[in-house]
């Protein structure tokens, strides 16, 4: 069983950056592939960005390709996003997912494990 808990999350302006953790408890994160969505009420999660066990290869949705970097310390058992030039429309709770499956996913039913999430707003 993993233990995954977000944090990083914050009211900020448009133009603004925010950098989100997602720790990891239970077992060594590196035997799995991470990925970040979004959720908004009434809305399905959405996939933001995924990554594999060693860092090495990394998948954006379209609309935070380049904005958004993921990446992971196997050492700290931590995987971040780093979020910059946000948007409104990057308001949403944000949530790390993980699964032990091999590939870069964005569908959520791949993810066996999920965080409780971190919420973004972003607004003037």
């Known amino acids: 069983q993993v233990q995954l808990v977000e944090s990083g999350g914050g009211l900020v302006q448009p133009g603004a950056s925010l950098r989100l953790s997602c720790a990891a408890s239970?077992?060594?994160?590196?035997?799995?592939?991470m990925g970040w969505f979004r959720r908004n009420p009434g809305k399905e999660r959405e996939f933001v960005a995924a990554?594999?066990?060693?860092?090495?290869?990394?998948s954006y949705a379209d609309s935070v390709k380049g904005r958004f970097t993921i990446s992971r310390d196997n050492a700290k058992n931590t995987v971040d996003l780093q979020m910059n030039s946000l948007k409104p429309e990057d308001t949403a709770v944000y949530l790390c997912?993980?699964?032990?499956?091999?590939?870069?996913?964005?569908?959520?039913?791949?993810?066996?494990?999920w965080g409780q999430g971190t919420q973004v707003t972003v607004s003037s």
């Open positions: 997912a993980a699964t032990s499956n091999y590939g870069l996913f964005s569908r959520t039913y791949n993810y066996q494990y």
């Open positions: 990554i594999n066990r060693n860092g090495g290869s990394i």
């Open positions: 239970g077992r060594t994160l590196s035997n799995y592939y």
